[in-house]
């Protein structure tokens, strides 16, 4: 067994112990009191800033609402004001153009009716000025017609009158060089003297028609055929003959330039020239390289020169 003593003394220490603890208990309970009260402010602060700061969100976004209304009234408010100003002023177009419309249906009248006398009065001036017109037109032409018909005929006596004319000088070139005979002259005169009468006959009702001019131009090709050949046969003087090759002679013209000693200085530059341009365009076409048109081209030109001077006769 436990002495008496000892059981004592541990008694007494678990009592104390056990005091000290609910001295501690009492004391961590006041303190948790305390802290409790302590903090009771604190909460109740935060609280009360928390409902403050919800209240200020609460009217702040109350403020916004009330403003996006007044905002959004405002913005309904200026469509409508839009939509009424829009719906005033096309009213007032509408009016605008039907009363334009009334004024231009009755300047359309207006100028209906003034159309329809005018075109009344037109179509009787444009019947009338047609007429007139037509007449005129048919003067005209009728006058143009009697001026180229006019100017066909000048051209007609002018071709026989220069035929004749050359005929003449012809013959004439032949007596002064002596290749005409009396006989010869006297033929050729004859044949002159008739080609002339025939021609005042068609001239009787004062001008040369086609067929006319066709049958005198054949008489004095006849005419022109004997005085070639009487100038060249035998008879008096032999008249040179001029050739070029076999059947080619110069013509009656080249040779009775060639044969007149009054020949004009111009006149014989321009001989001249054409012969020794004939010469220029032989030589080229034999010795020069040439395209096949430019010797077409030179060709021709030769061909010209040869056939305005020079004739083919059998």
């Known amino acids: 067994m436990m002495p008496t003593s000892t059981l004592r003394w541990s008694l007494a220490l678990v009592v104390t112990l056990a005091m000290a603890f609910a001295v501690r208990a009492d004391d961590d309970s006041v ?28 009217k702040a976004a109350r403020v916004a609402e009330a403003k996006a209304a007044r905002v959004a009234e405002a913005k309904a408010a200026e469509a409508a004001a839009g939509k009424a100003a829009k719906a005033a002023k096309t009213a007032e177009a509408k009016a605008a153009k039907a009363t334009d419309a009334k004024t231009a249906d009755a300047k359309a009248a207006k100028t209906t009716n003034a159309k329809t006398a005018t075109v009344t009065d037109a179509t009787t001036a444009k019947a009338t000025g047609a007429a007139d017109a037509r007449a005129a037109k048919a003067a ?20 026989v009158d220069k035929r004749q004319e050359f005929q ?9 060089k002596g290749y005409l005979t009396t006989d010869e002259i006297a033929k050729l005169d004859a044949q002159q003297k008739q080609i002339a009468t025939m021609e005042e006959q068609f001239q009787g009702d004062g ?27 035998t008879d008096g003087n032999q008249m040179p003959v001029y050739r070029l090759g076999k059947n080619i002679y110069a013509k009656d013209t080249l040779t009775a ?5 009054n020949l004009s200085r111009t006149d014989a530059r321009a001989l001249l020239t054409d012969f020794r341009r004939t010469a220029e365009l032989k030589r080229t076409m034999a010795t020069a390289d040439l395209s096949d048109a430019e010797r077409a081209k030179l060709q021709a030109e030769y061909d010209a020169l040869l056939n305005k001077y020079f004739e083919v006769r059998n």
Not at 257 to 261: G, N, R, S, T
């Open 31 to 58: 303190k948790v009191r305390r802290a409790r009260v302590a903090a009771e402010p604190r909460a109740a602060a935060k609280a009360a800033e928390a409902k403050a700061a919800r209240a200020v969100e609460a």
């Open 140 to 159: 005209e032409n009728k006058a143009a017609r009697e001026a180229t018909q006019k100017a066909r005929e000048e051209r007609r006596q002018e071709s």
């Open 207 to 233: 001008k040369l028609s086609k067929d006319e001019t066709r049958d005198l131009r054949q008489e004095l090709d006849t005419a022109s055929h004997c005085i070639w050949a009487e100038k060249h046969d």
């Open 168 to 176: 003449a000088k012809r013959i004439q070139h032949g007596i002064n």
């Open 257 to 261: 330039q060639l044969a007149d000693e």
